[in-house]
């Protein structure tokens, strides 16, 4: 089966270079007819569609949207994108309205009692709380968020081709690295090297570098899994370039979260291929780290890469956001009111620096959590059962994880390389969330969230597929 998904046929040939293209067009176009974007660009997206690709590549097409262009590009566009999106997705689903019970039924148990302590615990969190029209407005957002994953994998069980979602994931970690770097065009290296880098850090098509940085650390494994997976020396170096333009996109938003999530991803899934990868890879890190330490310039590299910065005010952040659950225990604050709160534990002084820091960060961000750690803005959101959940989520992600490792392993190769590539996928997650608080589950922001949940379907569909395989072995034998 997984070879099947996997043949590089010319359809699936065909259908990159189509991605290419529009990843030229739309690069061009934003660069150079910005004021017409929230037009143009769905419209490319749809017409090009209708002229070039088949009709089962139409929700891909959706897809690549609804991750490249719900962002900060145009409030319009957003609009827009969403509306075409939700039509969409309703069209399709009342197209296979009988056979949505029986996919339902092929869903993870663990992931549906997931959603359900997730939208109880926001619900009664929000009914206590000061302010609960705030928590009832993220329940329809992650309500509407939750219903565009169902779609896909919908989509994915109905079509049976996961390759499409992963080239289309794949293709939007692309295009917001280059967004990111062709952002830095009208700065000067020496500048930033030497007045330091985190004066030009850059999201490219989203505000939020850390945001942007999510999308690389959850696609970055799917490279490694195509690199390993064809033996084509073109499609290779064409793999080897689009990774090299993470990196660098990665080296645009200065996200050391990412990097560091990234490397820890890079030996994880080396440790399965091959141990000995790994350990020279770890060698090769220490080696590099003690060269880079021994450099007569050390202290310009350090400020590039933003080392001296320690942890850039989380641990105080950290602290805020311990003290608000100490004093809020049982349900937290209330959803999304960290930031009416936050001021009333800030360890510094508001008439400092680090004080206005934090005011216009907490009015950009429009009162978002901004503890900078995922597992802090659930407990200081919603108490103890928001600690709960924050750690059921990796659980179940993780518990899913090892049974496919385990089953694919018997089965080929390709099984068992994709699943590595999810599974890292999580272990790069998990690990920088206790960096960033970001792009797991943020409370209803689609594009950002988007990219770890479609991975999430990926793994729950495999999850019940290799079980199904197993089950017809056993029945054979």
């Not at 037009?39 to 490249?68: C, E, Q, T």
């Amino acid at each position: 089966m997984i070879s099947f998904l996997f043949s590089f046929d010319k359809t699936k040939f065909n259908f990159l270079l189509f991605w290419i293209g529009l990843i030229l067009f739309y690069l061009v176009w934003i660069s150079l007819f910005s004021e017409f974007q929230f037009i143009i660009i769905p419209l490319s997206f749809l017409i090009i569609y209708f002229i070039f690709i088949k009709p089962d590549y139409y929700l891909p097409s959706i897809l690549l949207m609804y991750l490249v262009l719900v962002g900060e590009i145009n409030p319009t566009l957003r609009v827009v994108v969403h509306l075409v999106g939700f039509t969409s997705l309703s069209v399709f689903l009342f197209n296979n309205k009988d056979k949505i019970k029986s996919i339902y039924e092929t869903i993870d148990k663990r992931i549906k009692k997931y959603l359900l302590y997730f939208f109880s615990i926001i619900f009664i969190s929000s009914i206590f709380s000061q302010l609960p029209q705030k928590g009832i407005e993220i329940i329809f957002k992650e309500t509407y968020f939750f219903f565009i994953v169902f779609s896909f994998y919908v989509y994915l069980k109905i079509k049976g081709n996961i390759s499409n979602l992963i080239i289309v994931l794949m293709t939007a970690g692309i295009v917001m690295s280059l967004s990111s770097i062709v952002n830095l065009k009208n700065f000067s290296l020496t500048d930033i090297i030497i007045t330091g880098s985190s004066s030009f850090r850059t999201g490219g098509l989203l505000s939020n570098v850390n945001a942007l940085s999510g999308y690389i650390v959850v696609v970055f494994p799917f490279f490694l899994f195509f690199y390993l997976r064809y033996k084509s020396l073109w499609l290779r170096a064409v793999l080897l370039i689009s990774m090299l333009l993470l990196s660098l996109g990665v080296l645009a938003t200065i996200s050391r979260s990412a990097g560091l999530s990234i490397i820890i991803g890079l030996l994880f899934f080396s440790y399965f291929v091959n141990k000995k990868l790994t350990l020279a890879l770890v060698l090769s890190i220490i080696f590099i780290t003690i060269f880079l330490s021994l450099f007569p310039n050390t202290q310009i590299i350090f400020s590039a890469l933003r080392l001296e910065q320690g942890f850039s005010q989380r641990d105080l952040l950290w602290q805020l956001s311990i003290d608000m659950f100490k004093d809020n225990w049982l349900l937290g604050v209330g959803p999304g009111l960290w930031g009416e709160k936050m001021f009333n534990y800030s360890p510094v002084l508001q008439d400092s620096f680090v004080g206005y820091l934090f005011y216009d960060v907490n009015k950009l961000t429009e009162g978002f959590n901004n503890s900078h750690n995922y597992y802090l803005v659930f407990v200081s959101d919603m108490g103890i059962p928001g600690l709960f959940l924050a750690f059921y989520l990796p659980f179940v992600f993780f518990s899913l994880a090892k049974e496919n490792l385990k089953i694919s392993k018997t089965l080929n190769r390709e099984s068992y390389l994709l699943n590595i590539a999810i599974t890292t996928v999580g272990v790069s997650m998990f690990i920088r969330a206790i960096f960033e608080g970001i792009s797991i589950i943020t409370f209803g922001w689609v594009a950002i969230d988007l990219p770890f949940w479609i991975v999430v379907t990926l793994l729950t569909l495999d999850n019940y597929n290799l079980k199904h395989q197993i089950k017809n072995t056993v029945k054979k034998s």
